[in-house]
């Protein structure tokens, strides 16, 4: 089982702002990465360390870390943005782990 | 950034042997992690195991006894085998990527998947 946790479904309306939080004690140590997943498709990373976007991810993407906490903020959700999203840090034996995945719907 | 291309069997009998290997191609296999990660059908992500481009291995405990990453760096390529399979281990399987200068290094390039499917 991950000993990351997320919520399991948040949904959004179009052009506004949506955090997706991620819990588990690994991240007291390691900073979180997060992946945004579509049907049928390989998982792409959208945000990784303190905050930093790969090349070609919009900037409405940001993310932010406090305690046992991570976070994934949206800022003007566009139906692009549907789909599932995964934490990846690590687990208190240091291996790699993800999070339990959280469906992201635009309405 | 590398691009990671899979092959392998895709349909599989209870105790058979699950073979499957990863190219990479426009990068080098020095200074990473190699991952296998795999995914049930409608379920989330499960990292497999990983290894070194100096050939060390970190695997999952609860699938330790079963796999094996090797390396093959003339071909710039991994692999993951799995044995005995059961239906359980069907699932989408990708191979990734993982920085190796940080521990918090990012899955930064993947694979397009692999769906292996177990039954008899």
């Known amino acids: 089982s991950s000993e990351l946790t997320q919520d399991p479904a948040v949904s959004v309306a179009l052009g506004q702002r949506v955090r997706i939080t991620c819990q588990g004690d690994?991240?007291?140590?390691?900073?979180a990465s997060w992946y945004q997943q579509k049907p049928g498709q390989a998982p792409v990373l959208v945000l990784y360390?303190?905050?930093n976007r790969p090349s070609g991810i919009p900037d409405r993407f940001s993310g932010s870390n406090s305690g046992n906490t991570a976070s994934l903020t949206i800022a003007g959700a566009q139906a692009e943005d549907e789909g599932d999203y995964y934490c990846?840090?690590?687990?208190?034996?240091?291996?790699?782990?993800f999070g339990t995945g959280t469906k992201v719907t635009v309405l | 950034q590398a691009q990671l291309q899979q092959w392998g069997a895709g349909l599989l009998k209870p105790s058979e042997t699950l073979s499957l290997t990863c190219g990479v191609y426009?990068?080098?296999?020095?200074?990473?992690?190699w991952s296998w990660i795999r995914q049930p059908p409608g379920k989330g992500l499960e990292w497999i195991g990983e290894?070194?481009?100096?050939?060390?291995?970190n695997y999952n405990p609860s699938l330790k006894s079963r796999i094996t990453i090797t390396l093959d760096t003339s071909k710039n390529q991994f692999s993951l085998r799995l044995s005995p399979v059961t239906a359980a281990d069907t699932a989408v399987y990708y191979c990734?990527?993982?920085?190796?200068?940080?521990?918090?290094?990012?899955?930064?390039?993947w694979g397009q998947g692999s769906p292996v499917s177990v039954s008899s």
């Open positions: 990734a990527r993982e920085g190796a200068n940080s521990s918090s290094s990012p899955f930064d390039s």
């Open positions: 426009d990068g080098s296999l020095s200074g990473y992690f």
């Open positions: 290894i070194h481009h100096s050939g060390s291995t």
């Open positions: 690994g991240l007291r140590i390691y900073y």
């Open positions: 360390g303190k905050d």
């Open positions: 990846h840090s690590r687990d208190s034996s240091g291996n790699p782990s």
